[in-house]
């Protein structure tokens, strides 16, 4: 059996993050040699993530980094809130978020297989799931063009990293009202900036479906295309920012707190871990 120091086994233990005991007997089994112990580890850990494969991410972090010409955000999804709050965990969002902030990568594929240190992204995910005993993803990534943004990160809780993540681009010079609108963002949940962006067949569904269920209720013939068109209004406020009452201040719409303002948002993105 080798002789293994509790040196090395401190060195390893902080080097990957792993336990006691899978520790020692990779030193043993390697007779010692750090880098054979490191790889027997990372094989380990690697099957592990295999075995994970299938289970749900309902908790994680969302994060953002800004560039010269976009912002990044991302979606870091894990098993638990422990593993989530953890400082490895945490990191390992710095590091994804580090190495996506100039790649330009807009699609989750091209995200993963983006350099990161002696591997890529995705690798630098996969060996951490392996130290962290966990299925660890990166669940979505978006890349929000522009020359100004204010980004809202939320926490639902002190004890955990952020959970929901908005990221606004605009143009004008009132930043306290677009970070406001930010905020508004993440608690309303906007699908699209203006009614102008639903697909005119959405619009024609939702008229359909808003019709049958007046008719339903046995409406007036004469009063249908006023009850109809009132609750298409109501349909548009549910989604498109612009139409939405100002959350700070419900007797203005969203659009008229940032015409006053002289700010215009040109792109937005909302993350919630989970959802």
């Given at each position: 059996?080798?002789?293994?120091?509790?040196?090395?086994?401190?060195?390893?233990?902080?080097?990957?993050?792993?336990?006691?005991?899978?520790?020692?007997?990779?030193?043993?089994?390697?007779d010692?040699?750090?880098?054979?112990?490191t790889e027997l580890l990372r094989l380990k850990g690697a099957k592990g993530n295999a075995k994970r494969a299938d289970r749900s991410t309902s908790e994680g972090l969302v994060a953002a980094v800004q560039s010269a010409t976009a912002t990044t955000m991302i979606e870091?999804?894990?098993?638990?809130?422990?593993?989530a709050k953890s400082e490895k965990f945490v990191n390992l969002g710095e590091t994804v978020l580090a190495a996506l902030a100039d790649s330009g990568a807009e699609t989750l594929d091209a995200a993963l297989a983006v350099p990161s240190?002696?591997?890529?992204?995705?690798?630098?995910?996969?060996?951490?799931?392996?130290?962290?005993?966990?299925?660890v993803e990166l669940r979505r990534v978006v890349r929000v063009p522009g020359d100004r943004f204010e980004v809202y990160?939320?926490?639902?809780?002190?004890d955990l990293p952020p959970q929901v993540?908005?990221?606004?681009?605009?143009?004008?010079?009132?930043?306290?009202?677009?970070r406001s609108v930010a905020q508004h963002i993440a608690f309303a949940d906007p699908q699209v900036i203006s009614r102008d962006e639903v697909p005119?067949?959405?619009?024609?569904?939702?008229?359909?479906?808003?019709?049958?269920?007046?008719?339903?209720?046995?409406?007036p013939e004469a009063a249908l295309p006023k009850i109809i068109e009132g609750r298409i209004t109501g349909y548009f406020k549910q989604i498109a920012l612009l139409d939405q009452d100002y959350a700070k201040d419900?007797?203005?719409?969203?659009?008229?707190?940032?015409?006053?303002?002289?700010?215009?948002?040109?792109?937005?993105?909302?993350?919630?871990?989970?959802?």
């Amino acid at each position: 059996m080798a002789n293994v120091s509790l040196a090395d086994v401190k060195t390893l233990r902080e080097r990957l993050g792993t336990g006691m005991v899978d520790t020692k007997n990779a030193l043993v089994e390697a007779d010692g040699d750090l880098e054979k112990a490191t790889e027997l580890l990372r094989l380990k850990g690697a099957k592990g993530n295999a075995k994970r494969a299938d289970r749900s991410t309902s908790e994680g972090l969302v994060a953002a980094v800004q560039s010269a010409t976009a912002t990044t955000m991302i979606e870091l999804a894990c098993e638990t809130d422990f593993v989530a709050k953890s400082e490895k965990f945490v990191n390992l969002g710095e590091t994804v978020l580090a190495a996506l902030a100039d790649s330009g990568a807009e699609t989750l594929d091209a995200a993963l297989a983006v350099p990161s240190g002696s591997g890529t992204v995705g690798s630098t995910i996969d060996d951490q799931a392996a130290t962290l005993g966990e299925k660890v993803e990166l669940r979505r990534v978006v890349r929000v063009p522009g020359d100004r943004f204010e980004v809202y990160l939320h926490r639902t809780s002190k004890d955990l990293p952020p959970q929901v993540g908005v990221v606004v681009s605009y143009t004008g010079d009132d930043a306290e009202t677009a970070r406001s609108v930010a905020q508004h963002i993440a608690f309303a949940d906007p699908q699209v900036i203006s009614r102008d962006e639903v697909p005119a067949e959405q619009v024609e569904r939702e008229r359909a479906i808003v019709t049958e269920i007046a008719k339903g209720e046995g409406k007036p013939e004469a009063a249908l295309p006023k009850i109809i068109e009132g609750r298409i209004t109501g349909y548009f406020k549910q989604i498109a920012l612009l139409d939405q009452d100002y959350a700070k201040d419900n007797k203005q719409s969203v659009g008229k707190v940032l015409q006053t303002a002289g700010v215009a948002v040109t792109g937005f993105s909302r993350f919630k871990v989970g959802a």
